[in-house]
């Protein structure tokens, strides 16, 4: 298969769990191509056109961590396709990372749509991700029962009233935003509140969200595709998350670092009740944060954590992924447009 990967900027990009997934569907002897988020091309009266970077058959380190760095040295030309030469289209550039671009922000759902209606199996489903763009909006469809208590707005008086119902101790974050930067967790003691809270209202609109105690064991990064854990040997696609000294923040690039986790009965309850609303809405591959009984977040746009498994000697699941994106091809194939993106993009 010919499977395209969007990304932020291909030229900047460093190993991650995308690169990863290249590198599986590289070994695999599937032909990967790379694209940047501005990388589309629309002219009236054809087909959507791409400009993309082909990994050259050269390239054959066995290692994933390399596989980036002898792409970058092969120091390969863009060349302009078009998207009828792709069979699948995967949308991994995350648009919280396009502070200076905000013409990326929703370029990759937006010319992913016009890809999946010219007959490219598209994942995460382009028409799910545009209804899911801001997570953490959507997360608040999913059940009471999962989740803590929060508020969304863009009144500081709001705000100030969910600190005094949480007993004036809260976790403070943008509506839009990702890897922990401007979060805060705010107690009584905090001196700077009001400063806190015009600056996160300047972004735009804020979460309040209640506090969890179990938090300061980190949290559990849990992956789920077509609405499934990832199992292997007995070792699921999950991982702890454990924060950094004097940090309650508990994502990577903030420090946190890598444990294994058991599958608890905790965790089998929220992800039963997730499942049925991420395969309803064709989300392939989504990301789960949760501390003990609760989802904190979901991440649905270019969820990670599959290049850290390694640190506590589990399988990185790259295989289990590429399976999966191989049997909807061949599915496709088989009924054409009897099945539509959304169902094959969550079909297993």
Not at 87 to 100: A, G, Q
Not at 136 to 150: G, M, R, T, V
Not at 158 to 169: A, S
Not at 181 to 186: A, N, Q, T
């Amino acid at each position: 298969m010919k499977i395209c990967f969007v990304v932020n900027n291909v030229h900047e990009e460093n190993y991650n769990s995308s690169v990863l997934l290249m590198h599986n569907a590289h070994q695999r002897g599937h032909t990967v191509l790379m694209m940047d988020v501005g990388d589309f091309n629309f002219t009236h009266n054809e087909p959507l056109s791409i400009y993309v970077l082909q990994v050259p058959k050269s390239v054959k380190t066995k290692s994933a961590k390399k596989f980036i760095d002898d792409v970058k040295k092969a120091k390969l030309k863009k060349k302009k396709i078009s998207s009828k030469n792709v069979d699948v289209l995967f949308i991994r550039n995350n648009p919280t990372e396009e502070v200076e671009r905000q013409w990326a922000e929703h370029a990759g759902v937006a010319f992913g749509k016009m890809m999946q209606q010219e007959g490219v199996l598209v994942l995460n489903d382009a028409y799910a991700l545009s209804h899911a763009f801001i997570d953490k909006l959507y997360f608040e469809e999913l059940p009471l029962s999962i989740k803590p208590d929060s508020v969304i707005t863009r009144k500081k008086e709001d705000i100030l009233e969910f600190f005094e119902k949480q007993n004036k101790k809260m976790v403070l974050k943008p509506l839009e935003g990702s890897g922990g930067r401007d979060v805060y967790l705010i107690d009584e003691n905090e001196k700077n509140l009001n400063q806190i809270i015009e600056t996160l209202l300047n972004q735009g609109y804020v979460i309040g969200q209640e506090y969890l105690p179990d938090v300061k064991d980190g949290d559990v990064r849990i992956l789920l595709m077509n609405g499934r854990l990832i199992e292997r040997d007995g070792k699921h696609s999950m991982i702890r998350r454990k924060m950094g000294e004097g940090e309650f923040r508990s994502n990577f690039n903030q420090g946190a670092t890598a444990e294994a986790v058991e599958l608890t009965d905790d965790f089998k309850k929220i992800i039963e009740v997730v499942a049925p609303k991420l395969i309803q809405d064709g989300l392939f591959f989504v990301g789960l944060d949760v501390v003990k009984d609760k989802l904190i977040e979901i991440n649905v746009l270019s969820p990670g954590g599959l290049d850290y498994f390694h640190q506590i000697d589990y399988p990185d699941f790259g295989d289990e992924i590429i399976d999966a994106i191989e049997r909807k091809l061949k599915y496709k194939k088989m009924y054409g447009h009897h099945l539509s993106n959304r169902v094959l993009a969550t079909m297993e």
